[in-house]
C-alpha cells in the first residue's frame, strides 16, 4: 500500500494513519494529528481529521505542531471556528 503523500518524514500508509487515529493510543494519535495539520495540504488534511477531533485533542496535539508560528494559526482558527482551545501565553488561562 502507498504510503500517504504529506508523510514525506516517514513512511507510514494511508491504512496505518487511518488505524493509529482510529485505534492508537492518545499520545500517538495526538502526534499523528500535529503532523497531519503540519505537513498535509490544508485540502488534505480533512481526509483524515474533523476541526473538532483537532480541537478535542489539542491539549497534546499543540506540542507536535511545527513550526510555533503554525500552531498559533491554528489556535486562532480553532476558535474562529468556535472551539475553545488554550494558547502558549503566560497568563495561565485555560491551561
Not at 494529528?33 to 478535542?56: C, D, L, M, N
Amino acid at each position: 500500500m502507498p504510503r500517504a503523500p504529506f508523510a514525506w518524514s516517514g513512511d507510514l500508509t494511508e491504512e496505518e494513519i487511518r488505524q493509529i487515529l482510529r485505534e492508537g493510543d492518545p499520545e500517538e494519535r495526538a502526534r499523528l494529528i500535529g503532523r497531519i495539520v503540519s505537513e498535509a495540504p490544508f485540502e488534505e488534511i480533512w481526509r483524515y481529521v474533523t476541526p473538532a477531533e483537532i480541537a478535542a485533542n489539542w491539549p497534546v496535539v499543540r506540542r507536535y505542531i511545527w513550526p510555533p508560528d503554525l500552531r498559533e494559526i491554528w489556535e486562532w482558527g480553532l476558535r474562529v471556528w468556535g472551539y475553545e482551545v488554550a494558547s502558549d501565553a503566560p497568563s495561565g488561562e485555560g491551561a
